[in-house]
């Protein structure tokens, strides 16, 4: 356990990623908790309203991130200095990417249906560090060996290909694919090769006089859209509490 956790955490100096992981994922469920606490009315916590105004915990969030990075680029990868940037860059990251819907459309819109998109981004980026963390490179380069890293052109053609199947995927509107993709080659190129989603800038571009291929799209993204809506808002609900219901209109009278 010793020898794998220098090979393969200390001396990479990867032990300050590790730190800002444990620190985004801990201070995410910890503002979570207290924000449902709040939201249910129970417990000591309050919101922050000084002289009125509402203070979001993404203005400490961008405060710690700041600091932390910042720190982070001055101390390097090794040392103490390295994890404790590590820890404030992670929590300060937790706090702004909890809030990330608000940012994105610029309104309180933590407890509503936009506002799980903050969950979406939260999870989505504790798994691309996991997988760096795991040992994938950047575009899926990874454990180039000596012959490999002489081999420039190589090197630089399987980036260049890679990153064309996740524009493609991007454009298709395979976001999640493209992203993860950059990270695991093969995933982005099953989102360049499958279907473009019916409102993606491909399928207007390409599928505008192809018929059949926009019936196909359209029927393609209903079913998965109805296969995984509801175990994904479940998923949703669980880590970040269910968004309020909308009361509906009332009837017109007769």
């Not at 590790?18 to 924000?35: C, N």
């Not at 680029?73 to 990251?93: K, N, P």
């Not at 996991?130 to 380069?141: D, K, T, Y």
Request: glycine share 10%.
């Amino acid at each position: 356990m010793g020898n794998w956790w220098h090979t393969n955490i200390a001396e990479p100096g990867k032990l300050p990623l590790l730190l800002a992981l444990a620190a985004f994922v801990l201070t995410f469920a910890i503002t979570r908790t207290i924000t449902r606490m709040i939201r249910a009315g129970k417990g000591p916590f309050r919101n922050i309203t000084p002289g009125g105004i509402h203070i979001h915990h993404v203005v400490p969030g961008v405060v710690l991130t700041v600091i932390g990075g910042f720190g982070a680029v001055a101390a390097g990868r090794h040392g103490v200095a390295a994890g404790v940037c590590a820890v404030i860059f992670g929590v300060g990251a937790g706090l702004v990417l909890d809030e990330f819907a608000l940012i994105l459309h610029l309104d309180d819109v933590y407890w509503t249906e936009e506002g799980r998109q903050s969950v979406e981004v939260v999870v989505l980026t504790a798994s691309l560090v996991v997988l760096v963390l795991a040992g994938f490179s950047p575009l899926g380069v990874d454990d180039v060996t000596d012959a490999e890293q002489q081999s420039r052109i190589g090197v630089i053609t399987s980036y260049a290909v890679n990153f064309c199947f996740v524009l493609i995927a991007l454009f298709k509107g395979k976001t999640r694919m493209a992203v993860i993709g950059t990270l695991v080659p093969f995933v982005a190129l099953v989102g360049a090769l499958r279907l473009a989603r019916p409102t993606s800038p491909w399928a207007k571009r390409f599928y505008r006089d192809r018929h059949r291929a926009r019936s196909k799209a359209v029927l393609r993204a209903y079913h998965h859209d109805v296969r995984w809506a509801g175990p994904r808002r479940k998923f949703q609900d669980l880590i970040g509490g269910a968004p309020d219901r909308v009361p509906l209109p009332p009837a017109p009278k007769p």
